[in-house]
């Protein structure tokens, strides 16, 4: 069966697999990024990784490679990373296949497949909140890049000026309020999971944690929503595990905060932790068609 083989960068793990045309996953493993060792040795695992695939495997046979990654990305290069610390890298470099390869980016590109594959719609957002925070924008369905590939850092929207700090540099926000990982980390706990947790037994402490970050992403999807005007938002992951002690209040602050407009609706993501890896198989085929022409 023709396939092609993804591969999803993120932070602490790599999801890769083998993708069908139609979106079935073939084969899918996992392996740990290794962030801490830098950008030399980040950059020979995904190539390891990559080769692996593209090894005999019964019944499958890659005919192009994917890969999502993280920071400034062109079909060619990926631009610089500040997660692994990576400049202009040509895509030659994350792969020594013979094959057609190209690179995307890691939220982008899982933004994509949640439309093909998931929830459908023309003028959506799609907000993944991890670790931290980012965003991937679709206007009349065509997924937006804006001028310089910037788009979609719905993370560092400044919900308070004079707030908390964030590891980009700036105070205040979105992603030091509301992602998984500042939850965690601001009631000193291992996750976000754990903050949920207590909140539901009665802990006061996490409840305001949790409040706040409800606050901060209402106040933020208002900013978007009187901006460009999604049909639909998207909230995918892991914090999207969280389901509808997160969805509800969301909802409900955000209608309140949009006094003369009924709010977009908003719903958790429908592939889940999937969608990074069936977005970097779409750039997998692409590449694939772009040899094909």
Known sequence: MECVAAVDVGGTT???????????ILYAERRPTPRAEGAERVIAAISAFVSDLCGPRAGMRPVAVGLAVPGLVTATHAVFSAAFGWRDVPVSAFTDVDLPVVLGHDVR???E???????????VLFLPIGTSIAGAVVLSGSPYGGAG??????GHIPVRPDGLPCGCGQQGCLAAYASAGAIAARCGEPSAEHVLRRMRQGDEAAAE???EAVEALALALATYTLLLDPALIVIGGGLSQAGEALLEPVRARLAERLAFRPAPDVRASRLGGQAGLLGAGLLGWRAQRTVAR
């Open 14 to 24: 790599m999801k890769g697999g083998l993708v069908a045309r139609d979106g079935t």
């Open 113 to 123: 497949a949640e439309l093909v594959y998931g929830v459908g719609g023309r003028d």
């Open 109 to 111: 590109a899982a933004g």
């Open 209 to 211: 944690v949790w409040r």
């Open 149 to 154: 590939g910037w788009e979609g850092q719905i």
